[in-house]
């Protein structure tokens, strides 16, 4: 039958005997020989090996992501809810502490916010017989350095010592802020002073203009209601108006709060002979008795010491405790986008206490 001969013209199974030669007429009989055995596809089982691979990855990241959860719970208990945690810079007994407050870089409102956040840390702490305000900025807003100012005088209400170390840079509002404490202490290499005031004012006339061809047209009820503009150079008029405004108030308020700060050193009259922008290095502020002594951090620890009248102390900051969603919500470098708001940021006059080389 054809079914049959199909059949019989299949090919083996596999591993299966095959018939070995004919055998010859009183011979031996025939051996059945195997089929060969082939190794498996190299291939074979590979999508399991990368399920597998991918499934334990994924295993080990959610184990690491659980971990940073329990450990930010932890950081946040030991902080006690106030939303940072003391890093010890000095060991010594925990009963008696100085606690360090960082004013570090261009002085904002978020500077301001964080300078809050650590004094009320400190006020918390029961145990901090005294502080010591550490600067390294170049100044920056009138408001926000004159917030932080507020906020030193205000913990100096308690009856503890309040130190400024000034560290690095420590100019215009830098200094400013320094007038709140009772001593002063600054590094070898320090630079500061800078006491005056400085007005940021772009004007964009030509740009517009000359190059790409926009005339803005401004309507205001009011004549002084545009002074100064940015789409115009400023009149002698506007520029006296602006200084008798602006400038003027903001000077003669960082002037006073030097003369409050140094009175028990300098007379009314030698501060307002050092208040001409100038800057100085330690040694020379020294000689100005703008600063109290030069030296470091454990110089600026021993003054707050001889001020609290304790021998030991231990010396602590407070930071931020490490939060796994603001890693998450971390964002890189973004491009500056030309909007609405920043035009107006760059059009609108900023008047500092901000040393003008930064």
């Known amino acids: 039958m054809d079914f049959d001969e199909n059949n019989r013209s299949q090919p083996p199974f596999f591993n299966e005997p095959r018939p070995g030669p004919e055998p010859r007429p009183g011979g031996p009989p025939p051996v059945m020989v195997p089929y060969p055995v082939y190794p498996p596809s190299p291939h074979q089982g590979n999508g399991w090996r990368i399920l597998w691979r991918v499934l334990f990855t994924l295993s080990v990241l959610a184990n690491v992501g659980l971990f940073l959860l329990l450990l930010s719970a932890m950081v946040m ?20 502490r100085i606690a ?27 145990a901090v017989k005294g502080i010591i305000v550490r600067i390294d900025s170049p100044g920056g807003t009138i408001s926000a350095s004159d917030r932080i100012y507020q906020e030193i005088l205000e913990y100096r209400k308690r009856g503890l010592p309040v130190v400024a170390f000034l560290q690095g840079m ?20 320090t630079i500061t002073g800078s006491i005056g005031v400085v007005m940021v004012h772009f004007v964009f006339e030509n740009l517009l203009e000359n190059k790409l061809g926009i005339q803005p047209v401004f309507l205001t009820m009011g004549a002084k209601k545009d002074w100064p503009s940015s789409f115009r150079a400023p009149t002698q008029e506007e520029l006296t108006y602006i200084k008798d405004r602006l400038l003027e108030p903001a000077y003669t308020r960082f002037v006073d709060v030097v003369k409050q700060g140094r009175q028990d050193a300098l007379s009314s009259t030698e501060v307002e002979k050092l208040a001409d922008g100038s800057i100085f290095v330690a040694e020379q502020a020294l000689e100005a008795k703008l600063i109290d002594k030069i030296g470091y951090l454990d110089d600026a620890i021993d003054t707050v010491k001889t001020m609290a009248g304790i021998q030991a102390a231990q010396v602590v900051e407070y930071r931020r405790p490490l939060s796994v969603l603001g890693l998450l919500g971390a964002k890189g470098p973004q491009i500056p986008k030309l909007d609405r708001k920043t035009l107006f940021e760059f059009g609108t006059p900023q008047v500092l206490y901000l040393w003008n080389a930064y």
């Not at 208990?77 to 008696?96: C, F, K, M, Q, T």
């Not at 870089?105 to 029961?126: H, P, T, Y």
């Not at 420590?170 to 290499?189: D, H, L, N």
């Open 100 to 126: 360090v407050i960082n004013i570090s870089g261009l002085i904002d409102g978020g500077q301001a916010e964080e300078v809050f956040r650590q004094m009320e840390a400190a006020r918390q702490d029961r």
């Open 170 to 189: 420590a100019a215009s509002g830098g200094y400013y802020t320094s007038g709140a404490c009772q001593k002063i202490v600054a590094e070898p290499t």
């Open 77 to 96: 208990v030991a902080a006690g809810g106030s939303g940072v945690y003391r890093n010890v810079l000095r060991e010594g007994p925990r009963d008696s």
